[in-house]
């Protein structure tokens, strides 16, 4: 059975000592938030995650989800009552407005918690965190009806939702969408259509459970401009917010897919189904979009909680494995071999995803923070470059982070040899559920085309140029001999990135392709620079504990990894500006019969 | 249901234009292997590939194997009609002494035939794979009487073999073996331990399984030179040939796995069973070894065949799904979207793995040559070179056709989107099933340390000399102008190598660890160098017979994709380099119980 400890410490390092929340105290909920209210409260989700989730993280792939006749679906053993503590505990809403049950805690503690629970289980995690993305939709989008209707509820996890967009001939190409709604007398719609891949579609761990439709009003223009978003309760509340009756919306099946079995993946169909506007008419992309920022945000913390999960238990293989001797000589001659861990190239594995794991949560986290200055903040000027921080390192989170939990994720199971691909050991697991988060929430392709097709030029490029001006401003005022080999690496590295940032300019205006065919480079080359950023801060905060007398093993790692990722992981920048600078010719050259 | 053509053309191409294999003709067998014979054996195996055994994958997949109460194991339906297909086709001794009834074709062909097997379904490939290495291992070393009583029965199909390597204990460590071999007063053993992870323990596509048993003889040395090779029929044949008594060998459960579900993968018993001796007492290990070279190369190449067969998916979707429109404009402004083969990006996803796969299978090619020189030449010298290529490369093919041939279906699904995480489309069984090739057989970095620690410095450096000898005496001959974008960046990557060289002679004697610590980087560096002369090679095939007037789509597609994996590919070569030469101090530092 795999192992799962909540990286507390290292989260807490962030919060207080890199990011320094307590500089967000201005903002509400966050001078609640003390340095130990922090700390009990993420301790306390780490005891529930640790002890009451994860357990039933390798039974519940196992198992899977199961659709009855009827169309209801069971989910896994154990997840009712782990959901019920999860309510119980009042997590749902731990950072949603006092007024409709919530603890107003910052968003970025849902992130912590996000990642702790997706590590413990990402098939279970999802139930709760598509709860989320659908309070968060209502907040920004419904009526004070609405509001009061369905947000108490879901904050108290007694119904939870949805996010129902794809249908077989539509999937990033929303434009597409079929799914039909038709206005009523009474002033809400029927809604007809098929959805597919609607995760948590249909369970049990709920007694409601609140779709959020894109669907296609009658007589609606053509395309994306189209859309309209709708409320599609599975129960209809009645006026005193008690249930009535079933409404038209059914799972058809569930989907056998590749992972996450514990969460059901359905086919729901929509069959005269009663649905209530949200937002605006023919604008359910833009309520959409501003829900996905965030979705995308949690996708990434995904991949890292899975990169985290894989972490662990591979170091901790590495240290028990016994298996052949040290190349310097045996290291201990009275075993039969030595742990596998004296290996170099066992060392590269672990280091590597170990590298990327810090330097990921600290860019989610630093992401987070600009999240609720974003939501929160009075000051506009603050608000509107929080927000520019949020549209351009979001796709680049989303991506990075999943490719690389991905790939980490197959490190980890490298270092269990055959027994990484043996189901009991779990770790097959985890590549298995960390694929689906390169694809959802649109694919990393897509999420490179959003950095490079609308977020670099958005605003004359304030955005970047705001990131570069940070980047640049840190390296003028860190440039003394105990950062130099930190700061050093990272200023090639940005200056690649500006170097791929004009090539863009100057190639990819007059042709487009140009820009098509460096985008995936480019987001991964943002994203190597971002994490170097943070390793530097980082580093920062570590040097400066270490100053100030903390002997701490941990503070002294932290220097040692980010040599790591220094020395072997940023080098790859150039690799990527080589192939931006190539341009689209041998990729468009072929004829599509050729391929 | 996925799809799949064996690349008829392609092989054809490099056996005929790329490596002339008419060349070959002084070796046994090849004589008569002429164009004509090779295309008609080849398309006949691809038939058979293509319709009988690629149509079992995915429902053999979702099927399994069945292990009965009395260790009987069932695998899929119609794996027993496609394998007794297999054999009556002559297939399983295609390459095998005509004396044993084979037909004495170059093992190149064999190699071949493995490929288009290995796409159709993986799982299928091997139990026939596994025999032909345990053929291999009795032709090698086994007496003249074991030749007669096993060979003619295995080539027939009508027996099967397996190899029996690794214990729970003992994986990449062979010298932790504890299954037992008691000599017996009629000259047999009695053999008792447990062996996991024996890919067609057990089945019932045979009448007779030859297990290939490494055990420690009582009073053997301890260690890796303490272990024999043993021959154990799952039934004991008669002095007549027939079928005797039952040996004590059982399966004792099949593994639950990520993939490769239509092989079954046992935990053996052997309880009192008893075995014959083959090769030498206490040599065991030397006797899989010179198995191991060719299985290496075997599951180097089921990469590769996982990779195309995953092309191939992915290039046909690319083709058909419409999504969205093009960055230049609607290229089908009739239909309700383009497909997406008209975005870059999901291009240069394709490309890399069009591009791997063509060099891949060159590299295969070329290598099995060497093999069928270094098994059929009377040429001494020509033997020791070709062996010397075959010991420098065999590990560098395992690792990056595997490693690759894993991101690539990888890649492959990303294409399909939110589908191909869908199991009813298959791509997700590519990437479960491609995951092993990267383990088994010797882990990835146990290749990588093969490499550097054994085959470069073996003979004072004498292969990689003539591999460098190659490469450059290539460079100079091929100058001109049309071969320059290939030889350029080839001479480039070329350097890098080189330089890493150099760097390991420097650093490495008096700290094994900065081997260890550049073994993987310096395997991959070398496959990329490996894989761009390949493309050299190919290039300059193409250009010929176009200047010979061939006017082949084809042969202009060999153009533009060499010069994408020049322009793509290769400039990965300078990331490993600067990673070599980073050392291994930030791997080494941390102690064990900080990871």
Same mark, same amino acid.
């Given at each position: 059975?795999?192992?799962y400890k909540a990286p507390?410490?290292e989260? =807490?390092?962030?919060?207080?000592?890199?990011f @320094?929340?307590?500089?967000?105290?201005?903002l509400p909920?966050?001078?609640d938030?003390?340095?130990?209210?922090?700390?009990?409260?993420?301790?306390?989700?780490?005891?529930l &995650?640790?002890?009451?989730? @994860?357990?039933?993280?390798?039974?519940g792939?196992?198992e899977? &989800?199961?659709? *009855?006749?009827?169309g209801?679906?069971?989910t896994p053993?154990?997840?009712?009552?782990?959901f019920?503590?999860y309510s119980?505990?009042g997590?749902m809403?731990i950072?949603?407005p006092a007024?409709y049950?919530?603890q107003?805690?910052?968003?970025?503690?849902?992130?912590?918690?996000?990642?702790?629970?997706a590590?413990a289980s990402?098939a279970?995690?999802? %139930?709760?965190?598509?709860? @989320?993305?659908?309070?968060?939709?209502?907040l920004r #989008?419904?009526?004070a009806e609405?509001?009061?209707?369905?947000l108490?509820?879901?904050?108290e996890?007694?119904?939870?939702?949805?996010m129902?967009?794809?249908?077989?001939? &539509?999937?990033?190409d929303? /434009?597409?969408?079929r799914?039909?709604?038709?206005?009523?007398a009474?002033?809400s719609?029927?809604?007809?259509?098929?959805k597919?891949?609607?995760?948590?579609?249909? #369970?049990?761990l709920s007694? $409601?459970?609140?779709?959020l439709?894109?669907?296609?009003i009658?007589g609606?223009?053509a395309?994306?401009?189209?859309?309209?978003?709708?409320?599609?309760?599975?129960?209809?509340?009645?006026?005193?917010g008690?249930l009535g009756?079933k409404n038209?919306?059914? &799972?058809?099946?569930?989907?056998e897919?590749? /992972?996450? *079995?514990?969460?059901?993946t359905c086919v729901?169909?929509?069959?005269s189904a009663?649905?209530?506007?949200?937002?605006?008419?023919n604008r359910?992309?833009?309520?959409?979009?501003?829900?996905m $920022?965030?979705?995308?945000l949690?996708? /990434?913390?995904?991949?890292?909680a899975?990169?985290e999960v894989?972490y662990q $238990?591979?170091?901790? %293989?590495?240290r028990?494995r016994?298996?052949?001797?040290?190349?310097t000589?045996?290291?201990?001659p009275?075993?039969?071999a030595?742990?596998?861990?004296?290996h170099?190239?066992?060392?590269?594995?672990?280091?590597?995803?170990?590298?990327f794991?810090?330097?990921?949560?600290a =860019?989610?986290?630093?992401?987070?923070?600009?999240g609720?200055?974003t939501h929160?903040?009075g000051?506009?000027?603050?608000?509107?470059a929080?927000?520019? *921080?949020?549209?351009?390192l979001t796709?680049?989170i989303?991506a990075?982070?999943t490719?690389?939990?991905?790939?980490?994720?197959?490190?980890?199971?490298q270092?269990?040899?055959? #027994?990484?691909?043996i189901?009991e050991?779990?770790m097959?697991?985890f590549v298995?559920?960390?694929r689906?988060?390169m694809?959802y929430?649109?694919a990393?392709?897509?999420?490179?085309?959003?950095?490079v097709g609308?977020?670099l030029?958005k605003?004359?490029?304030?955005?970047l140029?705001?990131?570069?001006?940070?980047?640049?401003?840190?390296?003028?005022? *860190?440039?003394?001999?105990?950062?130099?080999?930190y700061?050093?690496p990272?200023?090639?590295?940005l200056?690649?990135?500006q170097?791929a940032?004009?090539?863009?300019?100057?190639?990819?205006?007059?042709k487009p392709?140009?820009?098509?065919?460096a985008?995936?480079?480019?987001?991964? =080359?943002f994203?190597?620079?971002?994490? /170097?950023?943070?390793?530097c801060?980082m580093?920062?905060?570590? @040097?400066?504990k270490?100053?100030a007398?903390?002997?701490?093993?941990?503070?002294?790692?932290?220097?040692?990894?980010?040599?790591f990722f220094?020395?072997?992981?940023?080098?790859?920048?150039?690799?990527h500006?080589?192939?931006?600078?190539?341009?689209?010719?041998?990729?468009?050259e072929?004829?599509?019969?050729?391929?």
């Amino acid at each position: 059975m795999p192992i799962y400890k909540a990286p507390l410490d290292e989260t =807490l390092f962030l919060l207080n000592d890199v990011f @320094q929340i307590g500089r967000y105290n201005n903002l509400p909920g966050f001078a609640d938030a003390s340095p130990d209210l922090l700390e009990a409260v993420l301790s306390e989700a780490a005891k529930l &995650c640790e002890e009451v989730v @994860q357990p039933l993280n390798l039974p519940g792939d196992k198992e899977g &989800c199961t659709r *009855h006749s009827d169309g209801s679906v069971a989910t896994p053993k154990g997840f009712q009552q782990a959901f019920r503590k999860y309510s119980e505990g009042g997590w749902m809403g731990i950072s949603a407005p006092a007024e409709y049950g919530g603890q107003g805690l910052p968003e970025t503690v849902t992130t912590i918690v996000g990642e702790f629970l997706a590590s413990a289980s990402m098939a279970f995690a999802m %139930y709760p965190g598509l709860t @989320q993305g659908a309070i968060a939709a209502i907040l920004r #989008h419904g009526t004070a009806e609405q509001k009061a209707a369905y947000l108490p509820k879901m904050i108290e996890g007694l119904w939870t939702g949805t996010m129902n967009l794809t249908e077989p001939q &539509c999937g990033t190409d929303l /434009g597409l969408l079929r799914t039909k709604a038709v206005r009523q007398a009474d002033g809400s719609y029927k809604i007809n259509g098929t959805k597919i891949f609607i995760s948590a579609g249909e #369970h049990d761990l709920s007694e $409601n459970i609140v779709h959020l439709v894109l669907a296609r009003i009658e007589g609606a223009p053509a395309g994306i401009r189209g859309t309209t978003l709708f409320i599609v309760p599975k129960i209809l509340p009645k006026a005193d917010g008690s249930l009535g009756a079933k409404n038209g919306v059914f &799972c058809g099946s569930i989907e056998e897919k590749m /992972g996450i *079995h514990g969460n059901s993946t359905c086919v729901m169909n929509y069959d005269s189904a009663t649905g209530f506007l949200i937002g605006e008419e023919n604008r359910g992309i833009n309520a959409m979009f501003t829900m996905m $920022n965030e979705a995308r945000l949690g996708v /990434g913390v995904q991949g890292l909680a899975i990169s985290e999960v894989a972490y662990q $238990n591979a170091a901790a %293989y590495a240290r028990d494995r016994l298996q052949g001797r040290a190349l310097t000589g045996a290291k201990f001659p009275d075993k039969p071999a030595d742990p596998i861990i004296v290996h170099p190239d066992v060392r590269r594995m672990l280091m590597t995803i170990r590298a990327f794991n810090e330097a990921g949560r600290a =860019l989610v986290l630093w992401t987070a923070l600009q999240g609720d200055v974003t939501h929160r903040s009075g000051d506009d000027q603050a608000k509107i470059a929080a927000d520019d *921080h949020m549209g351009l390192l979001t796709p680049v989170i989303k991506a990075i982070l999943t490719d690389q939990g991905f790939a980490n994720a197959v490190l980890a199971q490298q270092v269990y040899g055959g #027994h990484g691909y043996i189901a009991e050991h779990g770790m097959e697991q985890f590549v298995r559920d960390a694929r689906i988060t390169m694809i959802y929430e649109g694919a990393n392709g897509i999420q490179a085309l959003d950095l490079v097709g609308r977020k670099l030029p958005k605003d004359g490029g304030r955005a970047l140029q705001a990131f570069f001006a940070e980047v640049q401003g840190y390296l003028k005022t *860190h440039g003394d001999d105990a950062m130099k080999p930190y700061v050093g690496p990272l200023g090639t590295a940005l200056g690649h990135l500006q170097q791929a940032t004009m090539w863009l300019m100057t190639n990819a205006m007059a042709k487009p392709d140009n820009a098509g065919a460096a985008s995936s480079d480019y987001l991964q =080359l943002f994203g190597l620079v971002a994490l /170097g950023y943070m390793w530097c801060r980082m580093v920062e905060a570590a @040097q400066a504990k270490l100053a100030a007398g903390a002997a701490s093993e941990r503070m002294n790692a932290k220097l040692v990894t980010g040599r790591f990722f220094m020395e072997r992981m940023l080098p790859e920048t150039s690799t990527h500006l080589a192939r931006i600078q190539a341009g689209a010719g041998s990729l468009m050259e072929l004829p599509a019969e050729a391929f």
